[in-house]
Every structure is written in structure tokens, then in C-alpha cells.
């Protein structure tokens, strides 16, 4: 699945391949985000709402 992430090197947005649904924060409190790499190894994450979360197919 491909999303929109903002590299920040670049100074723009990118579409790179998703590779990991993660969650942040506590119990009842979560921040849900998206994991990418790069073409050059860079890390890029994006946070989402929980229904694109779920939606997700990773």
C-alpha cells in the first residue's frame, strides 16, 4: 500500500511503499502512524486517523 509521507531532507512530499502500522502513546491515548523507508534507507513516518489505520492492509 502506498501513502503520502513528508520527507523532511527533501522539503516535500513523497509516495513510499508502507512497511509497518505502529501506535504511539498510552493505553486509551494512541497517536496511529505509518512506517516507510526511503530510496536512500531514510526512516519517514506519518500519523493517520484510526480509521485509515484500520483500514490499512500491511
Not at 522539503?11 to 491515548?29: D, L, M, P, R
Not at 512506517?35 to 519517514?44: E, M, V, Y
Request: with cysteine; glycine share 6%.
Amino acid at each position: 500500500m502506498k501513502h503520502s509521507f513528508y520527507d523532511v531532507k527533501a522539503k516535500k512530499k513523497v509516495e513510499a511503499e508502507v512497511i509497518k502500522k505502529v501506535t504511539y502513546g498510552a493505553k486509551g491515548n494512541e497517536r496511529y502512524a505509518f512506517k516507510a523507508k526511503t530510496c536512500d534507507g531514510r526512516s519517514l513516518t506519518a500519523f493517520v486517523n484510526k480509521a485509515t489505520w484500520n483500514k490499512a492492509s500491511i
